[in-house]
């Protein structure tokens, strides 16, 4: 695995490993954030002050809109880039740039009178990220990634994960050799039921969770007065996963975990087909054609921070 990476602590790379996640904190300025998320409420008409212009539901600022900040993780964030390199295997196994923005996702507070709900082993909200037919080594996704640009509480709205669930997703996915969609996970397969420990991604403004890419997860009522916002988001890998290195200390903490959660050390994996790597639709999971991705330079000249 090359390079050397400082930001994560042994432990809480083996935690990663056997867990599928890792709590960074102070990864950006409070400052930035609070003028960031006044400049994208003031696009969308929500006033902090005024819950009548609230959402009523998860509100998806980037896509209803538009974006005004876009940065590069590795000069914005460097702790957060240099704890993916870690897990990664390296900066070289990273299709970067990995670029970020300030489409916030915003869960405001139920209206009065309503009972937030808190995700547990029967929720229906349980899902993985991405719009792409699934396989075990898939390399579109690398980790999973939540930004807190709000102070978050754990019944505040916080995003909820299911590590537990881990296992018997990557065992799903060895079982479908063809590929499954985020939307067929979803539906054919209830894994928050075999869950226990939730675990709520909450902490101060500036924190980052990087999570397995399969983790399981989702979004919670909030009980707070207050407005929360997240950024979600994620790194590609330039190769799919690999779990049969021959030798051990080559394997990401990423391919270890993955080995850790089918309780295996080393895996002759057969990969798909490359017609089988494609893009699935958000709602249906039906097949899409694959875009061209733009170039790095092309990538580069979004950049505005």
């Not at 002050?49 to 974006?67: C, D, K, M, V, Y």
């Not at 704890?83 to 915003?106: H, K, M, S």
Request: charged residues 25%; proline residues 9%; aromatic residues 8%.
């Amino acid at each position: 695995m090359g390079g050397s990476y400082s930001g994560l602590s042994a432990e809480e790379v083996e935690q990663f490993v056997t867990q599928g996640w890792v709590r960074l904190d102070d990864c950006f300025e409070r400052q930035v954030a609070e003028r960031w998320v006044a400049e994208a409420f003031a696009r969308a008409g929500i006033d902090p002050a005024q819950p009548s212009t609230w959402p009523r539901q998860l509100l998806f600022l980037g896509q209803q809109f538009g974006i005004k900040h876009v940065y590069d993780v590795a000069r914005f964030a460097p702790k957060v880039w240099d704890a993916c390199c870690r897990l990664l295997g390296g900066a070289e196994r990273i299709d970067g740039p990995w670029l970020q923005n300030d489409g916030f996702i915003v869960n405001a507070p139920d209206p009065a009178g309503a009972k937030a709900s808190l995700p547990d082993a029967e929720s229906n909200g349980w899902h993985v990220d991405g719009d792409f037919n699934h396989f075990l080594d898939s390399p579109e996704l690398g980790l999973l990634t939540v930004w807190l640009w709000s102070d978050v509480a754990a019944d505040g709205g916080a995003t909820y994960i299911a590590p537990e669930a881990l296992g018997p997703i990557a065992r799903a996915l060895l079982a479908h050799p063809e590929g499954l969609s985020a939307k067929a996970l979803r539906l054919d397969y209830r894994f928050g039921r075999e869950c226990r420990t939730f675990v709520p991604l909450c902490g101060p403004i500036g924190t980052v969770y990087l999570m397995h890419p399969l983790m399981l997860h989702s979004a919670s009522g909030n009980r707070s007065t207050k407005l929360r916002l997240i950024r979600n988001g994620a790194p590609s890998l330039r190769e799919p996963l690999r779990f049969d290195r021959s030798d051990p200390a080559a394997f990401s903490p990423l391919e270890r975990a993955t080995l850790h959660a089918l309780g295996v050390e080393r895996l002759d994996y057969q990969p798909p087909p490359p017609e089988r790597r494609h893009p699935t639709d958000h709602d249906t999971g039906a097949p899409k054609p694959k875009p061209e991705r733009p170039s790095r330079s092309k990538r580069l000249a979004q950049v505005t921070e």
